[in-house]
């Protein structure tokens, strides 16, 4: 069928509230001093769950969850801007959102509020204020004083008069800088009558310190300020109370002088106090000697003081052990003691003094003879310590009763003794240690009694190698018979007989030692040295051994420990012995061959060596030579043509003054002055034979020249006359012709010395000046070593001319 529907209507209401954002105003920026708190007090805020203040600054918020919170600055805030935000917080169906809002202040700075006062003024109850304020970045502009009596001033440094002293009143500054911050001071100002003080005190000792306490006499409330000591030793010191040490004992004017908050001193208050020195205390202690006790004797002094109370502590455990002056205590135990001594003076001074104290063991002396069967002179004698604490012992003193005494500083387990004459001797031994500060010592003493001993001795002398040394014993035996003798002949081998004979194998020095006993066993023993000496150390040498010269013969030999006195040469020569003597002979052989020579030497000892040699003697060269003069032409030179024969060497000396100027078989030398001269050559053969010869030879410089022009007229001398020139000149002469062949000049002087005399020819003829022209001239010349003049090269390549011209210049 065709359904029915059924209709109806449901109406329901639903509220719905819209909350709003949050709005936020922190309010309006503000300038603020720095010690006024600053209320926020137009911050609104709207739609907030809640709020927070924060700042960038220092100061804090009386409440931050406050909309009008209070800020209260910090100083370090002063003199910049910080910013305050403000936070509101939306609800939570706004999805907790927020808002901000910032606002500026600018913080100044306050004054900082400061003052004094003085009331030092003759006027009762005047009181100067003096203004220390600081403005705090800004000037101060005003000043408020309340004096605490219904008193004001604005005044930055006022004075006042009370009316009443002797009692204190609140003074209040307020003061304002520019910036109209203030700031406010209070503070109590005491107005009194004259101060007056006095002071206590206690005498003391040295070194410990003095308590001084000031009091006020007047007024009973006065307030002191200050108090002042002069403790009369050039020290000062303020406050109160005051200890002080003085740094020497004595007598000392103390002084006070107080000064009230106004600066006014108080009358000077003194005293005389006296500082008592200390007592000086000492001890010397001395350990008793053999005291099983280890018993030490104390005896206490004082340099300075008079001493009521003597104490000591002997084992250092802080316990007094005894109270008299010079004690004496038992220590039982070796070892180091710290021992103090206390002492009290008069005035209740007390001064102590610590030492260390070494108690030492009981030492006693001991000792024991070893090997007393040999108790003899001379012989070593040995004493062994056996004394008793030998490691603490310091100093042993033996006393062997001969007047010797041995002092050792360490232990000798071993002293050895010998005696030089018999008899009965007393040895003493002293121990010594040091006790603390002094010595104790323990002695001992034995008797010994010292038989005689044998004088040993021997004779002997030095010998040559080869030959038997004989020993002879001259001991002595001192009237005891001796019956034993023992040889050491230093080389391994001994002997015991009375006079042996050795051989000894090899020269050198051997200590030889005899040990002589007697019958009682006294022995005494010698050694000496015995010198066997070596034979002399032969050998020759020999030079030039050439016929027909002289050969040198040389010893070179040498002797052990002495020199050679005695050569004896014999050289064999044709069959016959030709003796020689001396350390270097010499000897010409006529022939050449081969020749036995002998040397026999003697040394100072008697030593005697001899050796042979066969010698051989040489051919010696033949030496000459002749000479070509003015070798090439060359005046003073020389060409020495060598004629010797058998030679392979040459030496020349072309002066003969040792020096040798060539050793060339045909030298040239060149003379450089006139002379007499001495040519010298050696010659030399392969067995350096040689053989010299010595020639004469005379140099002279011959020469002549003559000038081809001359001037009269120069000023030269040596132009303006025509004169040859030369040297060596026996004889010559030399003329001048004119043109027409007539003589007009000529000279055939010659001066000392082979040279021509001046003054030549003037250019003039029989005193007419002869005209300028060319003239002929004519010379002859014989020199001194014999030679003709050949005339004079004038350059034309021709031969030398002796004519030619000369020019005459006007």
């Known amino acids: 069928g065709v359904g029915s529907c059924i209709s109806d209507t449901i109406t329901d209401t639903l509220n719905i509230q819209i909350d709003g954002l949050p709005e936020v105003n922190a309010g309006t920026n503000a300038t603020i001093c720095d010690n006024e708190p600053y209320l926020l007090f137009d911050a609104l805020v709207s739609n907030q769950d809640s709020v927070l203040w924060t700042t960038n600054g220092s100061g804090h918020f009386d409440d931050s ?57 003759p006027i009762e109850g005047f009181v100067q204020f003096t203004d220390l304020s600081s403005g705090g970045w800004s000037n101060i502009t005003s000043w408020q004083w309340d004096f605490g009596d219904n008193a004001n001033s604005n005044l930055q440094h006022p004075s006042h008069i009370y009316q009443f002293v002797d009692s204190c009143y609140n ?12 700031d406010t001071i209070q503070d109590s100002v005491c107005v009194y009558s004259e101060l007056e003080v006095d002071f206590t005190y206690n005498d003391t000792c040295f070194g410990n310190p003095i308590t001084f306490t000031g009091e006020v006499v007047q007024p009973s409330n006065a307030i002191v300020n200050t108090w002042f000591w002069d403790f009369g030793d050039g020290n ?46 000492g001890f010397s202690w001395n350990q008793v000697v053999g005291d099983p006790d280890l018993s030490v004797e104390f005896s206490g002094l004082v340099s300075q003081g008079s001493v009521s109370l003597w104490e000591w502590d002997f084992d250092n455990n802080g316990t007094i052990d005894d109270t008299g002056q010079n004690p004496e205590w038992p220590f039982i135990t070796p070892g180091s003691y710290l021992v103090t001594l206390y002492v009290t003076d008069i005035n209740g001074c ?29 012989h070593i004698i040995q004493f062994a310590d056996n004394s008793v604490y030998s490691d603490q012992i310091e100093i042993w003193e033996w006393n062997f009763g001969d007047g010797s005494t041995e002092i050792h500083y360490s232990y000798q387990d071993i002293v050895t003794h010998a005696y030089s004459s018999t008899g009965s001797y007393d040895v003493c031994l002293i121990v010594k240690m040091t006790a603390n500060q002094g010595m104790i010592s323990d002695t001992s003493c034995q008797t010994i009694e010292i038989f005689q001993s044998p004088i040993a001795d021997y ?13 002879t014993d001259t001991s002595n035996s001192n009237n005891i018979p ?119 030497v003697v040394d100072e000892h008697g030593c005697t060596n001899s050796f042979s040699s ?14 070509i003069k003015n070798y090439d032409g060359i005046q003073g030179q020389v060409k020495f043509e060598n004629h010797s024969t058998g030679a392979v060497e040459y030496l020349w000396d072309f002066e003969w003054d040792d020096e040798y100027n060539s050793v060339e078989e045909n030298p040239v030398y060149s003379y450089a002055s006139d002379g ?126 002796t004519q030619g011209s000369v020019m005459l210049i006007r």
């Open 65 to 121: 969850t406050l909309v009008n919170a209070t800020y209260y600055p910090d100083e370090n805030d002063a003199g910049q801007y910080i910013t305050l935000t403000l936070i509101a917080y939306g609800t939570s169906s706004c999805n907790n959102s927020t808002a901000e809002s910032d606002l500026l202040l600018f913080v100044n700075h306050s004054p900082d509020p400061d003052f004094t006062y003085s009331d030092g003024s």
């Open 171 to 182: 003074v209040q500054l307020i003061v304002t800088n520019e910036n109209n911050c203030s």
């Open 236 to 281: 000062q010191q303020n406050g109160n109370p005051v200890t002080h040490i003085y740094e020497n004992p004595g007598s000392y004017l103390v002084t006070l002088i107080a000064y009230d908050n106004n600066g006014n001193p108080s009358p000077s208050a003194y005293y005389l106090v006296e500082v008592y020195p200390l007592p000086e205390p």
């Open 350 to 378: 007390t001064s102590e003094i610590t030492q260390t104290v070494i108690v030492l063991p009981l030492i006693v002396s001991s000792f024991e003879v070893i090997d007393d069967q040999s108790m003899c002179t001379k």
């Open 459 to 471: 004779y002997y002398s030095d010998i040559c190698i080869g030959a038997t040394t004989v020993f």
């Open 482 to 600: 001796i019956n034993s003798w023992y040889w050491n002949f230093d080389n391994g081998d001994i002997d015991t007989i009375q006079n042996p004979q050795y051989l000894y194998d090899s020269a050198g020095i051997y200590n030889v030692e005899l040990i002589v006993e007697n019958e009682i066993g006294c022995q005494d023993t010698v050694e000496k040295p015995v010198r066997v000496f070596a034979l002399p150390a032969i050998s020759f040498t020999y030079e030039n051994p050439c016929v027909q010269q002289t050969t040198i013969f040389t010893d070179s030999s040498y002797a052990d420990g002495g020199e050679i006195t005695n050569w004896n040469w014999v050289i064999t020569d044709q069959g016959l012995n030709i003796n020689l003597s001396g350390e270097s002979v010499n000897y010409l052989f006529d022939s050449t061959g081969v020749y036995p020579v002998n040397l026999t």
């Open 614 to 627: 066969e010698i051989e003697i040489n051919t010696t060269p033949f030496s000459d030579f002749s000479m």
């Open 676 to 801: 007499d001269y001495t040519i010298e050559l050696i010659a030399y053969n392969s067995d350096y034979c040689t053989d010299t010869i010595r020639k004469s030879y005379k140099m002279r410089f011959v020469s002549l020249f003559v000038p081809n022009a001359f001037s009269p007229e120069d000023p030269d001398p040596v132009v303006s006359r025509f004169l040859p020139s030369g040297v060596g000149l026996k004889e010559y002469s030399i003329e001048v012709f004119d043109t027409w062949g007539t003589l007009i000049w000529s000279s055939d002087k010659i001066t000392i010395d082979g040279q021509p005399a001046g003054p030549g020819w003037d250019g003039t003829y029989k005193g007419k000046i002869m005209p300028t022209g060319v003239y002929v001239w004519k010379a002859y010349a014989e020199f001194i070593d014999g030679t003709i003049w050949k005339g004079s090269d004038i350059g034309d390549g021709k031969e030398p001319h």
